[in-house]
């Protein structure tokens, strides 16, 4: 195979499109044959592992058998090791099936659960906080009998061993590395809520910026065939002038460096100003040269964070009651229900009424809520 030319993009992009439709008639065909053996309300909220599967069986019975795929053979493209120009092994295929079908599947499920643990961390501790600022006045004095209490105690305990105070548990240690790493866990996922729809903002900008390399260069039209180190070949018979896709890559170069200002501008300089503003007031300190209470403090920044975490998470957190995701087009019914529309309206293709309260429903009454703020 090191006698034929690289693909062209336009080859790559029809390949990839007729591949994706018929993943899509694979994935529709998988999902009805599950509801029609566990039901339309599993197969509703399951719908995502349903087309999960239907995507990784088409890939397996075609790239991972070492065959071609329906578009690279519409297109007269083969897939071959960059480095080498050979057919790739076994082991490469089985990767690119992974980090192309299941890794973003299973990266999604792992940041939507750690950012809902990080969610309810930050809900404990507002209310932790809010209890300790409650009692922080009448506690006080309760501390200090502790501390001069536990000072004649200590002073018995060496009278009684002779000055000997190396009776010290072996386990502390441990236990004191064990309730280090269990706080930065917490407070990690802490963050990454916080930080998640940025994340989200900066993956999508990496995904344009490799679709521009691809308009340039015309290699890699997947990040996991530039991961798996897989690129195209063309077998068909050569033509007198192959387009290419330069000027896409330029409109798209000026697009990412609009957003990515955009995005400089919204997140990464305020948040480097608040940090610089951090660090040049006392936190322990008004005004008025009076010291704050460090538990006041902390619940306070605390409330900071909950608001900023809630102001960010708002947008799509508004979920169907019956795939259990952000509600796409929300879609009304007569009684007051909301659902997505593809939810809706495939639930009302087996029974014309409404999955909670079971109000007579048709397609008729059905309203899309446009500009919805709930």
């Not at 009651?321 to 809706?344: D, E, I, K, N």
Request: aromatic share 8%; proline share 5%; glycine share 6%.
């Amino acid at each position: 195979m090191r006698g034929f030319p690289g693909a062209a993009q336009p080859e790559v992009m029809r390949a990839a499109e007729k591949d994706e439709h018929y993943v899509a008639h694979l994935c529709e065909a998988c999902h009805e044959s599950f509801r029609h053996v566990v039901g339309t309300r599993l197969a509703v909220a399951y719908q995502n592992e349903t087309r999960l599967a239907g995507r990784v069986l088409y890939y397996l019975l075609t790239t991972g058998s070492g065959l071609q795929t329906l578009g690279e053979e519409y297109c007269d493209i083969s897939q071959v090791v960059t480095s080498s120009n050979l057919p790739p092994t076994p082991a490469r295929r089985m990767l690119l099936v992974f980090v192309q079908n299941a890794l973003p599947y299973i990266m999604e499920r792992i940041s939507a659960r750690a950012a809902a643990q990080g969610m309810s961390l930050a809900t404990q501790e507002e209310l932790q906080f809010a209890r300790e600022s409650t009692s922080a006045g009448s506690s006080n004095h309760m501390v200090a009998n502790r501390d001069s209490t536990e000072g004649e105690i200590h002073m018995v305990m060496e009278d009684a061993t002779g000055g000997r105070s190396n009776v010290r548990p072996q386990s502390s240690g441990w236990h004191f590395l064990v309730q280090r790493v269990h706080r930065m866990w917490n407070s990690a996922l802490q963050r990454w809520a916080t930080g998640l729809p940025s994340v989200r903002e900066a993956l999508l900008l990496v995904v344009r910026a490799h679709l521009m390399l691809f308009y340039f260069e015309g290699a890699y039209y997947h990040m996991a065939k530039r991961t798996a180190g897989i690129r195209y070949i063309f077998m068909g018979k050569p033509t007198q002038q192959r387009p290419r896709y330069h000027m896409l890559g330029m409109f798209l170069l000026i697009q990412l460096s609009i957003v990515g200002g955009d995005w400089l501008r919204r997140c990464a300089l305020p948040a480097l100003a608040t940090s610089m503003r951090s660090h040049a007031v006392d936190p322990l300190l008004t005004g008025r040269g009076n010291f704050i209470h460090f538990g006041h403090l902390k619940y306070h920044l605390h409330l900071l964070l909950r608001k900023c975490v809630s102001v960010q998470c708002s947008y799509g957190s508004s979920k169907c009651p019956l795939c259990l995701s952000p509600r796409q087009q929300p879609t009304a019914t007569p009684c007051g229900h909301v659902f997505c529309w593809t939810c809706l309206a495939e639930w009302c293709n087996e029974k014309p009424e409404c999955p909670l309260c079971r109000a007579p429903v048709t397609h008729s009454d059905l309203v899309c809520v446009y500009h919805a703020d709930f």
